[in-house]
């Protein structure tokens, strides 16, 4: 059970578009469509941001949205805003009632 | 309303164990599960281990079977965490999450730092 793998940091301005990639195998992103997102402040709990690849939980603005390719999943993040810094981690399914996390990106906004 | 609220932070001498409690109000022991993540200073999110009411088991990452243990008691609605021969690195935030079984974490308690240190 390797950590998903993210790239350490990304930044953007406000109100441009940001993608976060989470590349996991083919026996855990790339088998499942159970990848899901959370957004972490810190001190804080961790939020659940999209699930199922592409789903949002009500209450998650609609910039945020999810997709998934081969053993890939990304995170995209458009008209970004100043409170959507924060760390972004990926978590997929990885079987018999396992989870992995990726090593989480830290959002930067300009 | 789903509420999960953990137990107080706890100081531990290494090698010893530590017990951490999520006590569930709303809808969770009938139709979810409930999972443990912690968080060590200056890293990410680790996925630790679950218990399925619905089953009666528990899951573990490789990495921690044999030091932990998941439990729940459905009569309070209280998930524990139970970790043994702690070390320094077991510092950590150590947070429960509602689990829709298999899919992903919905609500998640507010967090228990845990500090191993002599």
């Known amino acids: 059970q390797s950590a998903l793998t993210q790239t350490a940091s990304v930044s953007g301005s406000p109100g441009q578009s940001i993608t976060i990639s989470c590349t996991g195998t083919s026996s855990d992103v790339g088998f499942y469509t159970l990848v899901s997102w959370y957004q972490h402040h810190p001190g804080k709990a961790p939020k659940l941001m999209i699930y199922?690849?592409?789903k949002r939980p009500s209450g998650v603005s609609n910039r945020f949205s999810g997709s998934k390719s081969g053993n890939t999943a990304s995170l995209t993040i458009s008209g970004l805003q100043a409170e959507d810094e924060a760390d972004y981690y990926c978590?997929?399914?990885?079987?018999?009632?396992?989870?992995?996390f990726g090593g989480g990106t830290k959002l930067t906004v300009l | 309303q789903v509420q999960l609220v953990q137990s107080g932070a706890e100081v531990k001498k290494p090698g010893s164990s530590v017990k951490v409690s999520c006590k569930a109000s709303?809808?969770?022991?009938?139709?979810?599960?409930i999972s443990w993540v912690r968080q060590a200073p200056g890293q990410g999110l680790e996925w630790m281990g679950n218990?399925?009411?619905?089953?009666?088991?528990?899951s573990y990452a490789q990495r921690f079977q044999g030091r932990v243990t998941i439990t729940a008691d459905e009569s309070t609605s209280t998930a524990y965490l139970d970790l043994s021969s702690l070390i320094s690195d077991d510092t950590a935030v150590y947070y429960c999450?509602?689990?829709?079984?298999?899919?992903?974490?919905?609500?998640w308690g507010q967090g228990t730092l845990v500090t191993v240190s002599s």
């Open positions: 218990f399925i009411p619905i089953f009666g088991t528990s």
């Open positions: 199922e690849v592409s």
């Open positions: 978590c997929s399914y990885a079987g018999s009632s396992t989870f992995v």
């Open positions: 999450a509602r689990e829709v079984y298999g899919a992903h974490l919905d609500h």
């Open positions: 709303g809808d969770i022991f009938s139709n979810y599960g």
